[in-house]
C-alpha cells in the first residue's frame, strides 16, 4: 500500500480539512447571494407580469371606452335626424329601430353595449342619452343635442360633467 502522502496527493490532513473548510465556507457564503439573486430575478418577473397585465387592462378599457363612444354618437345622430324629420324627438329609442322610419336606420347591434344600458329621456327641443353600467361600477356616459360626451367614474354622468377627451 501507499503512504500517506499518496493517498492525500501530497498533503497532510491539516491542509486538507483547511480546504475543505474554505470549500465549505465558500459555499456557505454563497447559498445568500445565490437566494438574493433568485429572489430577485422573481420579483423581477412578478412586476414584468403585473405591468403587462396592466397594460393589456388598460389598452382593452380604452378600446371599450372608444366603442361606447361611437355607439353613443351613433344614437345621438340617429336622435338628431329622427327630429329632422319628424319636427320632434321619439318617445322611445325603439322608434330608431322601425324599418322605414328614419334614415339612417339604427340596427338592434347599434343599441347592444354588453354590460350597459341606455337611459333616454327627451323633451321637446333636446335629449338626455345616457350610457349606464349594469354593474354601477365604471364609466358613465351622457350626452344630448350638442353631440358632446361626457363621462364619469362610479356616478351617473349628466351635462356638468367633464367632457370626454381622448
Known amino acids: 500500500m501507499g503512504s500517506l502522502e499518496e493517498v492525500s496527493g501530497g498533503r497532510s490532513s491539516g491542509e486538507m480539512d483547511i480546504q475543505e473548510h474554505m470549500i ?5 457564503a454563497q447559498t445568500p447571494i445565490k437566494l438574493l439573486i433568485s429572489l430577485l430575478t422573481l420579483c423581477g ?3 414584468f407580469v403585473f405591468w403587462m397585465a396592466t397594460g393589456a387592462y388598460v389598452a382593452k378599457q380604452t378600446a371599450d371606452d372608444s366603442a361606447r ?5 351613433t344614437v345621438s345622430a340617429a336622435l338628431e335626424t329622427f327630429r329632422e324629420v319628424n319636427t320632434e324627438y321619439p318617445v322611445a329609442l325603439g322608434a330608431l329601430l322601425k324599418e322605414g322610419a328614419v334614415p339612417p336606420l339604427l340596427s338592434r347591434q ?3 353595449q354588453p354590460g350597459y344600458t341606455y337611459e333616454y329621456n327627451p323633451s321637446p327641443d333636446n335629449f338626455a342619452l345616457h350610457l349606464k353600467p349594469e354593474t354601477g361600477a365604471g364609466a358613465y356616459y351622457y350626452t344630448d343635442k350638442s353631440g358632446d360626451v361626457r363621462v364619469s367614474l362610479n356616478a ?3 351635462a356638468t360633467s367633464p367632457l370626454w377627451s381622448k
Open 69 to 73: 363612444i361611437a355607439k353613443l354618437k
Open 45 to 47: 418577473c412578478a412586476i
Open 156 to 158: 351617473p354622468a349628466g
Open 110 to 112: 347599434s343599441l347592444d
Open 24 to 28: 465549505k465556507t465558500r459555499q456557505t
